[in-house]
């Protein structure tokens, strides 16, 4: 199993900056992919960033060139850089990690951005 701890959110006015953290209980060469997926409230939930194993990224349009997702394999940490943030990007957001066959979550972690 993995187990994900998150961390890093908070409140920000639209604009600025966070980074978030997500800390894996286990060797994330060991992951197959990493990423993160966000829920605002009355929403779906939104796939937002992942990494892969080979070190690939990828971005859901709505955050491209303003997000960056990047990883610390000496401490089993995936981060999201978050850069010009919106109002719009209010959200829970949560770490998750493929390994083997089964997806495992983090808690989340709450995002705000006053406008």
């Known amino acids: 199993q993995v187990q994900l701890v998150e961390s890093g959110g908070g409140l920000v006015q639209a604009g600025g900056s966070l980074r978030l953290s997500c800390a894996a209980s286990?060797?994330?060469?060991?992951?197959?992919?990493m990423g993160w997926y966000r829920q605002a409230p009355g929403k779906q939930r939104e796939w937002v960033a992942s990494?892969?194993?080979?070190?690939?990224?990828n971005y859901a349009n709505s955050v491209k060139a303003r997000f960056t997702i990047s990883r610390d394999s000496a401490k089993n940490t995936v981060y999201l850089q978050m850069n010009s943030l919106k109002p719009e990007d209010t959200a829970v957001y949560s770490c998750?990690?493929?390994?083997?066959?089964?997806?495992?979550w983090g808690q989340g972690t709450q995002v705000t951005v006053s406008s």
């Open positions: 998750y990690a493929d390994w083997g066959t089964s997806r495992y």
């Open positions: 286990r060797n994330i060469f060991s992951i197959n992919a």
């Open positions: 990494v892969t194993l080979s070190g690939t990224t």
